[in-house]
């Protein structure tokens, strides 16, 4: 039986994980579900990898769960269907809050909880033929797991249109209303992925972390005393670290820091 997550790490520490179900259009199954977990849960350990790209093979980027298994859930009793819910819920989280920056790398068709892992990743690039649904309401269930990624992207407001109606929508749309970063044309998403890689090459990986976390902190908090005396807190911390000292010292005399690889001639192109 054929894998459904493929991944592979190059030369640079870039990770590539690929979800591998093309014929369901990389809807996903529990056993894709509980593959997806464990790889991502994998590269998180791994101290040589530095970023990570999640792209779709065949013709769409994720149709979300699969249908038929859904269907299926309805015969298992409240316990099994619940464990189900939250392994799902648990990779949405695992993507989310992973400690190296996530790349979704995004073309065809996009659907219900594929739009929660477009929504999960730090940063999205879709190409101009991607189009987007959030269909649950159309087959009358909610997307519940997914929500809190989703609306942290695209905001209550257009939450509630494209919940409650399931429309599609096409990538400039996308765009606009923050689900996705950047727009280009379908031969040219492999050299965008790699210009963000790049600079993200440039980025110390424990800063990249430490905002990482730092993020949603700030993003649910009024600015009161205690949150100002946070964010004074974790400055104090980072800035002590070798990783910021270094940073620090390349910028005062005018070279490259540690992590920052010499440029190289090819990077490589990533294939769907």
């Known amino acids: 039986m054929a894998q459904k997550i493929l991944s592979r790490i190059d030369e640079h520490g870039n990770a590539t994980v690929i979800l591998n179900r093309s014929e369901a259009h990389n809807a996903f199954d529990p056993e894709m579900v509980e593959e997806l977990t464990e790889h991502l849960r994998r590269l998180e350990a791994d101290l040589t990898v530095r970023a990570v790209v999640l792209l779709g093979a065949g013709r769409s980027f994720c149709a979300g769960a699969d249908i038929g298994h859904m269907k299926e ?8 269907n619940f464990r189900l819910a939250q392994q799902s819920a648990r990779m949405f989280h695992t993507l989310n809050s992973l400690g190296k920056p996530t790349i979704a ?19 999205a690039i879709a190409s101009r033929d991607a189009t987007f649904r959030l269909s649950e309401v159309k087959l009358g269930i909610i997307p519940a797991m997914i929500s809190p990624y989703v609306i942290a992207a695209i905001g209550e407001r257009m939450a509630r249109r ?14 606009r209303i923050g689900l996705v970063h950047d727009v280009v044309q379908g031969d040219e998403l492999n050299t965008a992925i790699e210009r963000m890689l790049a600079q993200l090459q440039t980025s110390g990986p424990m800063a990249v972390a430490a905002i990482k976390a730092l993020i949603p902190v700030s993003a649910r908090a009024q600015i009161d005393d205690a949150v100002v005396d946070e964010t004074a807190r974790r400055i104090a911390a980072i800035r002590a670290t070798p990783e910021a000292q270094e940073g620090l ?8 820091p540690s992590w920052v690889e010499p440029p190289a001639p090819d990077r490589g192109k990533r294939t769907r």
């Open 105 to 123: 790398c995004v073309h065809g068709a996009v659907r219900g909880g594929g739009v929660g892992l477009v929504a999960a990743c730090d940063i």
């Open 73 to 80: 859930s309805a015969t298992y009793s409240h316990r099994q």
């Open 249 to 256: 010292s390349a910028f005062l005399e005018k070279r490259r």
């Open 162 to 175: 494209y919940m409650l109606s399931g429309e599609e929508f096409d990538a400039a749309e996308a765009a």
